[in-house]
């Protein structure tokens, strides 16, 4: 890059850098490499070029890593029946310790794991191959222990999507008295109203990384049920500001309503990968 560029007003909040290591431009995706001088953005973790190349970027930018739904939790899974395994084998030796393990059914916070893994699975199946959706699964948030389940970005705008699979009754219920609402959310009989709460570090952070590059854009918090009873009347579309879903009316959501064009939609997604990196 020319030294000209030094002289560029850069954003109050981005610092001018010399890159420590390789890195990808959150704006436009161009390779930046080690010792380029790039813009930092401390609040998402993100860095971008001094000065996006004009048009098309000269070297096109790799084909964008989706993720792979589930995975998370499944290592998850994988981490705490093998230690459960070890455990059980230096008790019992390493044959009684086999058949035990396998015939004395996992933990119920360890089979949690595993059923969510393959419910952030269903969810993925639900949206894969609708046009002009794109959907990135398990992302890393930089600077946080979290991940988020899943990003959709559609026709309808931008999704966070958090897939939980449940079995039992979904309901609301006010727990305020004559004068006061106070909803919960319940599932089969177990106070759920914290999973909606949980979504607001994800769509903030989300709100973090397109504040770098300068976009707003509303986004859209949905909780994704698999395999819950759903009540026959008045149906709950949202709790505490959240979206209520099951894969089948998820997939309506996304697709009404046509708010970004094809162009839009893979910009946004190229913006979201980059910045959130498959885990
Ligand atoms: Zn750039």
Same mark, same amino acid.
């Given at each position: ?14 610092? /001018? ?14 390779? #930046? ?24 970027v000269a070297t096109?930018?790799? &084909? ?28 019992f030796g390493e ?12 933990? /119920? ?25 794109? =959907? #990135? ?32 009754? #979904? ?30 570090? /994800?769509?903030?952070? =989300?709100?973090?990384?397109?504040a770098s590059v300068?976009?707003?854009? &509303?986004? $859209? ?9 759903? &009540? ?22 996304? $697709? ?24």
């Open positions: 890059m020319a030294d000209g560029a030094d002289s560029q007003p850069v954003p109050s909040d981005q610092k /001018q850098l010399r890159l420590r290591y390789p890195g990808t431009c959150v704006a436009c995706g161009a390779a #930046l490499p080690r010792g380029a001088p790039a813009l930092y953005h401390a609040a998402s973790k993100t860095v971008r070029c001094v000065i996006c190349p004009d048009g098309a096109p930018p790799p &084909p964008l890593d989706p993720g792979c739904a589930g995975a998370s939790a499944q290592r998850e899974h994988d981490r705490r029946a093998g230690k459960r395994a070890e455990r059980v084998k230096s008790r044959r009684l310790g086999g058949v035990i393990v396998r015939v004395v059914p996992e933990p /119920q916070a360890t089979r949690a794991w595993a059923k969510g893994s393959v419910g952030e699975r269903k969810l993925a199946e639900a949206l894969a191959g609708l046009p002009d959706v794109i =959907v #990135l699964h398990d992302r890393k948030v930089p600077g946080t222990r979290g991940n988020i389940d899943h990003l959709v970005i559609a026709r309808a705008g931008l999704f966070v999507v958090d897939a939980k699979h449940y079995d039992g009754k #979904l309901r609301i219920r006010d727990k305020g008295g004559l004068f006061r609402t106070d909803n919960h959310l319940y599932v089969a009989g177990r106070d759920c109203s914290h999973l909606a709460d949980n979504m607001g570090w /994800q769509v903030k952070a =989300v709100e973090t990384l397109l300068e976009v707003t854009l &509303p986004i $859209t918090p949905v909780l994704c049920f698999i395999d819950v009873d759903w &009540p026959l009347l008045f149906q709950p579309e949202s709790f505490h500001g959240v979206r209520l879903e099951d894969p089948r009316s998820l997939r309506k959501l996304i $697709t009404a309503a046509p708010a970004l064009d094809s162009a839009a939609i893979d910009k946004l997604a190229r913006i979201l990968a980059t910045g959130f990196p498959a885990k």
